[in-house]
Nanobody, 121 residues
Framework: VQLQASGGGLVQAGASLRLACAASGRLFDNNAMGWFRQAPGKEREFVAA??????TTLYADSVKGRFTISRDSATAYLQMNNLKPEDTAVYYCAAERTLPLATRVEEYDYWGRGTLVTVSS
């Protein structure tokens, strides 16, 4: 069971980034996926989630209208537009085995290593 997040980097405010989360095949097909982030000194927080089919998505209020979660046959994505300095964090992808969607850290069963996103003002 492996999740691998990528796509982070250093950008200026207003720029865009696309994060990707590659997962092992069986895990990916049977699981809802989520993105979380953790800023220095803060707790890990929910960003976005997508159902197994990709038909349902959820977003944190702080990113609604700017971020888009999606998935294809092997990868989950987080398109981040109009980035703000407060979006600076390590971003993690996660997979959830039983619930159709989940927003809490403790609901997710598998976690990948994070990818750092830094947004300068």
């Amino acid at each position: 069971v492996q999740l691998q997040a990528s796509g982070g980097g250093l950008v200026q405010a207003g720029a865009s980034l696309r994060l990707a989360c590659a997962a092992s095949g069986r895990l990916f097909d049977n699981n809802a996926m989520g993105w979380f982030r953790q800023a220095p000194g803060k707790e890990r927080e929910f960003v976005a989630a997508i159902s197994r089919s990709g038909g349902t998505t959820l977003y944190a209020d702080s990113v609604k209208g700017r971020f888009t979660i999606s998935r294809d046959s092997a990868t989950a994505y987080l398109q981040m537009n109009n980035l703000k300095p407060e979006d600076t964090a390590v971003y993690y992808c996660a997979a959830e085995r039983t619930l159709p969607l989940a927003t809490r850290v403790e609901e997710y069963d598998y976690w990948g290593r994070g990818t750092l996103v830094t947004v300068s003002s």
